[in-house]
């Protein structure tokens, strides 16, 4: 290595959470392994020197070398970056996704939930890294993304008419108690009456006047499962859409003076605010059923701000699928509550408005207003 300092040496600081990580980072090191440039790096006590995992330089002793998870980590603890290798350069964006897609094969194929420091030791990486980085990259933490795909096959088996009990223990839950504990709230309805058509379910729907038109706010005792928009001449529309996804639950329209009128209307009336350019509140209670991947676009979307947009492109790196640029365009159109998940926030590559469920014109007045919002 070059650039050696006659100045005192820092001592090592060990960045990684175990040395089973420290003994899988030390194996790329030995195999020079460029795959795993901007997953870590690593300083040599020796020298005051940090490099990539895939620098050419002889190969340190375990003892001398420290791993660090960024490289301001390794500079902050008094080591320079190595003029061989350049370890300030950005690593190739594929070798982060190439982890990425290794960590969410994994997580798919697993028959049951698998933690957290196990993936980390797969990746070579430790927890923390591998919690962030995934979630910057994916969307969502890696449990998250477990849950999510595990309810996308209790969903699938369902609605193919798969027993109750089967399709939970095949998705990998030791129980149907665990399911309906940690999961029932995300699947929006029992999954029993899933497998029915939203047999037993109950949503109740209001309409409102807006600046935008009629808007129908549909919801279960769990959250706002639909909000949508039309004129007066297309209420029933929306009203026969709503019973289409549910076609065996009970879906009326909220009595006014009942329990149920108030708890929806009152629903609605948050809603409403966004039309007129309010912030999402992140208390608003949502019932929203999708598969993995629409979960992942949809949390995308409610990350890009108000008065600002991104591109399908954009979306689709954000959810560590820069190839689906037509999928995240198919899971706006599928979103189910409007302006709550803002799907009018995304544009065409080229700055155009694209597609907008509810009319081109609402996502412009949208954008509009949402510019104008302080």
């Keep these: 290595m070059l650039d050696i300092s006659s100045s005192p040496l820092p001592a090592p600081a060990r960045a990684s959470a175990s040395p089973d990580v420290d003994a899988v980072r030390y194996d790329a090191l030995r195999r020079r392994d460029a795959a795993s440039d ?20 002889r190969l340190p002793r375990p003892e001398n070398v420290s791993f660090h998870e960024t490289r301001e980590s390794a500079e902050a603890a008094g080591y320079r970056p190595c003029k061989r290798c350049k370890p300030r350069d950005l690593p190739a964006p594929e070798r982060l996704a190439a982890m990425m897609r290794e960590v969410r094969a994994h997580i798919e194929g697993a028959e049951a939930t698998v933690s957290l420091d196990a993936l980390a030791r797969r990746a070579g990486v430790s927890p923390g890294y591998l919690q962030r980085t995934f979630k910057a ?15 996308q096959r209790v969903q699938t088996a369902l609605s193919r008419g798969a027993e109750v009990t089967s399709a939970l223990y095949d998705a990998g839950y030791a129980s149907s108690s665990r399911f309906y504990e940690q999961e029932s709230k995300t699947l929006g309805m029992l999954p029993a009456a899933l497998r029915k058509g939203g047999e037993g379910a109950v949503v109740h729907f209001v309409v409102r006047d807006t600046s935008l038109g009629r808007m129908m706010v549909g919801a279960t005792a769990r959250g706002v499962c639909s909000v949508s928009f039309g004129s007066a001449s297309e209420e029933r529309d929306l009203e026969r859409s709503l019973r289409a996804r549910f076609p065996r639950a009970t879906v009326a329209r909220a009595e006014e003076g009942s ?26 209670p949502l019932d929203l059923l999708g598969t993995a991947f629409q979960q992942r676009v ?12 991104a591109t399908y492109t954009q979306i689709a790196q954000r959810v560590g699928a820069p190839a689906a640029v037509r999928a995240v365009g198919s899971a706006c159109g599928k979103n189910p509550v409007a302006v709550v998940v803002p799907c ?31």
């Design 344 to 374: 009018h926030r995304i544009l065409r590559e080229d700055g155009g408005l694209g597609g907008y469920a509810w009319g081109l014109p609402r996502k412009e007045a949208l954008l509009a207003r949402e510019r104008k919002t302080p």
């Design 137 to 151: 990259v994916v969307g969502m933490t890696p449990r998250e993304y477990g849950a999510a795909h595990r309810l």
């Design 298 to 309: 949809w949390r995308a979307l409610r990350e890009v701000p108000a008065g600002t947009t």
């Design 259 to 284: 329990s149920e009128h108030a708890r929806v209307d009152a629903l609605a009336t948050r809603v409403a605010a966004l039309v007129d350019g309010a912030p999402v509140p992140s208390d608003l």
């Design 38 to 57: 901007g997953v870590f790096w690593y300083a040599v006590l020796t020298t005051g020197v940090y490099c990539r995992p895939s620098c050419a330089a």
